[in-house]
């Protein structure tokens, strides 16, 4: 059961939500990106990009990455899919309601409003770390919004147990405010050293770290310390979905253990696999065309 402390720590990433909806419909996060659209559930304003004909795609922003860097995504999958990239409640510019609590059925059963309204029935899910447990669990519960699911840099709930101990190590994102007032605080100064672990391709560094800045210069979100206190609280192994599975892996990134590597394959039965060798934790951004061509071979087999 969630406690009282642990709640006031929530309201701290949510707290102003009509406001900084009606801020980001009006301001930069509206004008910044061509085709950027918000859809409204009652407990979030979804930022949201779409664009493309054909299957329906949904790609999960992992923050702090924004729409803004997703271009190289857009080009190479808009000539094969319709494009859903869409930015993850109190993150990035998808602000909430006061009452939003990050609870792990809550934020799922939200997103699965998004997904069934915007992206329709029968999407692939092409969601990544975290999000990927949301994929898992809509999969399963909701069977008819999703096809497939080409799952990055994902795992099941004790693979994120061990990613979790192992990004906060002190703690301190785990205490209830005192973990919401540190990521407040360290989150800009937190980046440069998050891409310097996390991406592979070292070249693309500077410019994710230039769209993050830009996008907390506009107040983009990063509620990293409510997601690890509530919604990575989740203890139980998720049921397998239906759907074929595709675990995507970049072995570049430092910022997961080696023993989470695919481990969807050792959950789950008929998970398929790729790993890219010098690609890190969004190898998606970092060579699109590599994933595009791995996401095509698994769908048309």
Same mark, same amino acid.
């Given at each position: ?113 998004? /997904? ?64 919401? /007032? ?84 050792? /959950? ?23 994933? /595009? ?9």
């Amino acid at each position: 059961m969630t406690s009282r402390l642990t709640r006031l720590g929530a309201r701290l990433d949510t707290w102003g939500g009509k406001a900084k909806m009606a801020r980001f419909r009006t301001g930069w996060p509206a004008t910044a990106t061509p085709q950027v659209k918000f859809y409204r559930t009652p407990k979030v304003q979804y930022r949201y990009l779409e664009i493309g004909y054909g299957p329906t795609i949904v790609f999960t922003c992992d923050p702090p990455m924004t729409i803004e860097v997703y271009g190289r995504v857009i080009d190479a999958f808009s000539a094969h899919f319709r494009v859903i990239i869409v930015e993850l409640p109190a993150m990035g510019f998808s602000a909430t309601t006061t009452n939003y609590a990050f609870g792990f059925r809550e934020t799922n059963d939200d997103f699965a409003s998004f /997904l069934g309204n915007v992206a329709g029935k029968g999407s692939i899910f092409a969601f990544s770390c975290a999000a990927s447990l949301a994929g898992l669990d809509i999969a399963a519960r909701m069977p008819e919004l999703a096809s497939h699911l080409a799952l990055i840099q994902a795992g099941g709930t004790e693979a994120f147990t061990i990613w979790k101990a192992g990004r906060d190590p002190k703690g301190i994102l785990a205490k209830p405010i005192i973990g919401q /007032l540190a990521m407040a605080r360290m989150a800009p100064k937190r980046m440069p050293q998050w891409y310097g672990l996390s991406v592979g391709r070292k070249e693309q560094i500077p410019h994710f770290c230039t769209c993050a800045e830009r996008s907390f210069t506009h107040g983009a979100m990063w509620s990293l310390a409510s997601a690890y206190q509530v919604y990575l609280d989740q203890r139980d192994e998720l049921p397998q979905p239906q759907q074929p599975i595709l675990s995507i892996w970049g072995a570049a990134d430092r910022s997961h253990p080696v023993c989470n590597k695919h481990s969807l394959a050792r /959950l789950y039965d008929g998970v398929r696999t790729v790993t890219f060798e010098d690609l890190g934790h969004t190898p998606e951004l970092e060579d699109p065309e590599l994933v /595009l061509a791995a996401i095509l071979d698994f769908v048309e087999t």
